[in-house]
């Protein structure tokens, strides 16, 4: 099979597998926002753990791929050292969470929960890891099963605890469990293509790290403007945090995309430099540049027409100022989608380094914009830092890039895509507003997908990579 047939299909197969574990998150999330009575303590707890789920990434998510994609890369040793590293990096910063949240003013639940919460990251950090593996030996569709069970025993975890009446921490010990069944699931269907055992060798370890750190420090400096605007709001305007963090949960869905697509292509896109193909690397660029040009800018146009009705539907009225929220940070999510692209570039040309000083000044500026108009404006002055901060990331990113390879995109694709955008945008602005807001979704998707094709955006031989395997 080739490359793109066999890229296509797994590609697919865990695309097909995250739209299954959003439904189940949506269905979650719904549950957690007519049960609880604050939501926006789930979304400062989610918050608060997911910077210290960067000290404990220390970047060797990115490492472990480059590493193992290396020809003639002993796989099993560079797994089994990785993984143990992650193991003593999880249980070392995880202890220090429910400790350094007692110094902000946040509910006693809020710190209960990230105590239980850092039980249930520690284990998704370890499964996590692993998603080099599979992405690698092109097992998508295994890896992206066991996340779909592991959110299915949240989501029925979720539903036990809003029946009972039970609060946001008891809701958060559903994860820990649905978190280990992940952990255990990708360790055992694994075991065929690489044994994992715990190992540790000196060399091996320093290695990673010297590939890991500029990497970890980059995704820190990105955590701070990603996950600052929601520890500020708690602050200075807890009031707000529900709606700002439920709007923000579906940027945080939205985004997964371009990382799943990314992470496959890394390994081909790191074997391309090494082997100093860089007329491949180029064209397989492009076609990533392509095809998240075709997935951001419809969910740009769609989310200005539905993301009040859509949210009013999954979590009720009540929060329908997310809606309008939903429509500032789905700009950002077009930045998100482009950043992902070239920063994974970045690691496959190995010019990480560089890439710390854009992140550095981004995370400074973010936090003095934090500080100055998030206690003004709220959630909206943390929704325009956050635009602001991914579009000049996604700018640095592309410069550090460019200076290496001179790459270019073409924007052939990309206009087309804007232009059937704008058309669906047009089809939905005149459908009754009593047209219920799934069939509005539905009408969006397949009226994108009519004016794509009509205006030549995607064709027979995309279709055919897509979906019929070849030799």
Known sequence: MSFASSFAHNYGAQLLGKVVSVLLGLA???????????????AVIIAFLSFFGVLVDFGLNLTLTQMISVPGADEEQIVGNVFTMRLVFGALGYAIAPLAVLAFPYSSAVKLGVLVGSVAYFLMSDAWLLVGIYQKHLLASKYAAAECVSRLVYFLLVAAAAWAGMGVVTMIAGLVVANLVWLIWVIVVVRPVVKIRLKWETSLWKKAIRLSWPIALSTLFNLVYLRGDVLVLGVVRPAEVGDYGLAYKFIDVLTNVPVLFMGLLLPK??????????????RHLQHAFD????????????????????LTWISGEKFRSAGLVLQILV???????????YGHAVVAVKRQRQAIAGYAVTAVLAVVGYLLFVPHFGMWGAAAVTLFSEAGIA????????KDTHHRPHFSVARKALLASVGMAAVLWFLPPSLHVFFQIVIGIATYGVFLWMLGGINHQMIRTLFVRSV
């Open 331 to 341: 700009f950002a999510v077009l930045f998100v989608f482009f950043n992902s692209l």
């Open 269 to 282: 896109l790191g074997y391309d430099w090494e082997s100093g193909d860089k007329e491949a690397f180029e």
């Open 291 to 310: 095809f998240l040009a075709m997935s951001a800018l419809p969910l740009l146009f769609g989310a200005q027409m539905l993301s009040i009705p859509f």
């Open 395 to 402: 700018f640095w990113t592309y410069f550090i890039v460019w």
């Open 28 to 42: 979650t999330v719904s549950l957690m926002t007519r049960s609880l009575e604050d939501f926006g303590e789930y």
